[in-house]
């Protein structure tokens, strides 16, 4: 860097200095704390969007969301030019930048960084960056700390794309870097045109019932009821009612959302016995995680819950339907054998009734450490990587040469038997990859794949739910003076360290089995 950048960081980050006493660690997808001590943090993230969009020669993105913490929380994650959540290899910058005590030492980390990156500030293109942020009352501050971070490095221009979803900022991000049109418009409408697709492939004979034709969605007080309150104008084949988005006065995360459903097991707020029977959806403050539920007859605060284990199930047998029929015999096609490699990912905390049947259903699956960051590189290694968290986040990944061959086998097929069964197999594959949205979990696109799967297979949620039973288990915090003491392996099945312990979870386990 030259001296007049230096300068540039140096009397800006004078303005946001650190907290004394915080030290912060960038988690799963970014920094969140208490909104009040973040500004210092969102500032230097700020910075480091910059550089990675002068490293890749890319747009980046930056969004300002504690997604499901409480309200007083706040917290900022990147995008990076993939769409998808900042490269590993950054996160020890990250932190280090975060902490530095001084701005003198905040740019000696940053120029030492720069010099082994080989970062140039005279590339063909200056740092540019989207930015959002969700509805928390301390985001409009923070975005303003990211904006004079981004401007801290010279010609880095930032574009406030307003108060959005974290998925949406993250779809904008990945589209604009593919050459496509980014606005929150050109979200709804690629993502209603691809549930219409998917609804109009529907076999005939197949009807919802009366019961089924509504679905209510707890919006978590957030934004993302507020997005599904525009996006339901554009779906005139579906009736949803949105409780709790946000303008009841009620409070971000507070007894609503899908973290709090799917840990508790309850009914949000504004849910009664009168919803028995009917559909229902929550939703978390960010509206990247996304959980069903249906009320219980015998009590109204009690909800048969169906989580990400089971939303991942119904993915995977809906898309493992549709490569079924596309392997149909019934053409003359000579070269139709393209086997597309379907994975399944999970991870140590799925529940195991679900692992056993998705391998009953033939399908590989595979385990990856707790973390969506974790999970998307595994899945990313398939032709189609299907991945979620019991909490509801996860999404589905097709690569770029089984979309190509995808769209070649659909031209071919409309133009030999158009209307066959193996042309709708490929429309509605082609359908899906358009409405999910494959940067990062996203609970209203998933929502809408899940309406469209269940009109296809004309299942009531009570169908959907019986696909398998899950095992009996219990989530417990257990505070230790060491959390590094505890060491993994094998995607965190298995106990390393301390010694004995593996051995005590075996005989526990054992005993289990044979009680049952």
Known sequence: MNDNQKSLILNSSSQYPLPQGVKLSYGTAGFRADASILESTVFRVGILAALRSLKTQSLTGLMITASHNQVNDNGVKIADPSGGMLTQEWEPFADAIANSPTPQHLVQLIDEFVKKENIRFDGVRSAEMLLGRDTRPSGESL?????????????????????????????????????????????????????????????????????????????????????????????????????????????????????????????????YLKDVGIRCASLDGDADRLVYFSVQSNNASNINLVDGDKILSLFALFIKEQLSILKMEGDDHVDDNYEARLGIVQTAYANGASTDYLKQLGLEVVFAPTGVKYLHEKAAEYDIGIYFEANGHGTILFSEGFLSWLDARNNELSSKSKGSEQQKAALRLLAVSNLINQAVGDALSGLLLVEAILQYKGWSIHNWSELYHDLPSRQLKVKVVDRTAVVTANAETVVVRPPLIQEAINVEVGSSIFET
């Open 143 to 271: 975005l303003e700390a990211a904006k004079q971070g981004v401007y801290s490095i010279v010609g880095a221009t930032a574009t406030d794309m307003g108060i959005l979803t974290t998925p949406q900022l993250h779809w904008m991000v990945r589209a604009r870097n593919k050459g496509m049109k980014a606005t929150e418009l050109d979200y709804f409408e690629q993502l209603s045109s691809s549930f219409r697709c998917l609804v109009d492939l529907t076999p005939n004979q197949i009807k919802m019932n009366n019961t089924d034709d509504k679905l209510v969605v707890d919006g978590a007080n957030g934004v993302g009821g507020e997005k599904l309150e525009v996006l339901k104008k554009m779906l005139n084949s579906m009736v949803i009612e949105v409780r709790n988005s946000g303008k009841e006065g009620g409070v971000l995360n507070e007894g609503v959302g899908a973290d709090y459903v799917q840990k508790e097991k309850v009914v949000p707020r504004g849910f």
